[in-house]
């Protein structure tokens, strides 16, 4: 890090990949105090010089080769489609970058163990984006579960629905369907992290694939996986085929449940009912509103005030103090080693389905 004011130090950070998400990043990591952007690359000179005239970034690039030659940056983010993240990864190390990667961070558990072993011999950090789980929604229900709220947790089920005519969805050329498990390869990773993030040491026990697929391009309609550890199950719906969207993680425990609209970023805590009448109902119903109430008012005012609201925004702040203060990442290699054997072993399980 370059030196700047009383012993201060600035980050130079640079993005490779500039599609919608790394306006994501850049809006992040312009909210940080001691940390500067000075050059993306993509592939594509005139996106590259759109996005820079966009956010008043000074350099733009078409080759990483020569942004990494010339900015000397302390900081890569890969924005990238996932086939180039292992490369893109090696090349930022071997030229002394920290790295943070778009999900899902690796193809393989063989691409992912060399990603590891190599910032591990260069002493460099590298986390993924599993942004899901620094949504303040999810990290309260998180809170609640810890806190023994909803007593031992039993179940889970994930559902992770997007409209047809969204473009990862619509568009033949879209990148995600040359992927393993095609569009799903795409989708499935946030819903593994955060399968992984409530129940940790996952076994896959089954996979089913359903539909042929609105669109010849597509390989199926729906995809339903089970997984589970111990005596805790979880589920995760995945469609592609809907009109609307539907992201919501239903948790249920031996004493409650809760519910998180990740859309909406809202937690609904639902405590135990032996009976149901008319007065739980009110009081179930009531409960809900002053919940949803108090949260919208609390995004409100952080967004007033200018704070971070994303899980982007939460983990990225959390990605430059690990770097800044020699911390653990974000996003820990076991949690990554995880989410990459799992979502190893589910697209490959879709792709058998399909043939099948």
Not at 40 to 60: C, E, F, G, K, W
Not at 75 to 100: F, K
């Amino acid at each position: 890090m370059t030196a700047q004011g009383k012993g201060a130090a600035t980050a130079r950070a640079g993005i490779i990949g500039c599609g919608v998400i790394a306006d994501n990043h850049i809006r992040a990591l312009r909210r940080l105090d001691g940390v500067e952007v000075v050059a993306l690359v993509d592939r594509n000179q005139d996106v590259a010089n759109t996005m820079a005239a966009r956010h008043r970034i000074p350099s733009a690039y078409v080759e990483l080769k020569a942004m990494l030659a010339e900015k000397r940056l302390d900081v890569l983010h890969i924005t990238t489609p996932p086939r180039t993240h292992a490369s893109v990864c090696e090349q930022a190390l071997r030229s002394g970058c920290h790295v943070l990667i778009e999900k899902p961070a690796a193809l393989s558990s063989n691409e992912l163990d060399g990603m590891l072993g190599l910032a591990k011999a260069n002493g460099l950090i590298i986390s993924v984006v599993h942004n899901g789980i620094y949504q303040r929604a999810f990290r309260r229900a998180l809170s609640t579960i810890k806190a023994g709220a909803i007593g031992e947790l039993r179940s889970v089920q994930i559902i992770d629905h997007i409209p047809s005519e969204h473009d990862i969805v619509s568009n033949p050329a879209h990148w995600s369907h040359a992927l393993a498990g095609g569009v799903y390869g795409e989708v499935l990773p946030h819903d593994i992290y955060i399968a992984d993030a409530l129940v940790p040491g996952l076994k896959l026990d089954s996979v089913g694939t359903y539909g042929s697929g609105r669109h010849p391009w597509l390989p199926v309609e729906q995809v339903l996986a089970s997984l589970s550890s111990g005596p805790v199950s979880v589920t995760i719906n995945a469609s592609v085929d809907g009109a609307d969207w539907n992201k919501t993680i239903e948790i249920t425990g031996t004493a409650g449940s809760v519910r998180v609209d990740r859309m909406c970023d809202i937690v609904t805590v639902n405590a135990p009912q032996t009976d149901w009448t008319l007065r739980t109902h009110v009081q179930r119903v009531t409960s809900h509103i002053g919940a949803w109430m108090q949260q919208s008012a609390e995004t409100a005012a952080a967004k007033a005030s200018r704070q971070a609201l994303s899980g982007h925004d939460e983990l990225i702040k959390r990605f430059y103090s690990a770097i800044r203060h020699r911390r653990t990442a974000p996003v820990s290699e076991e949690h990554m080693r995880r989410t990459t054997a799992l979502y190893e072993l589910l697209t490959a399980a879709i792709d058998s389905g399909v043939a099948a």
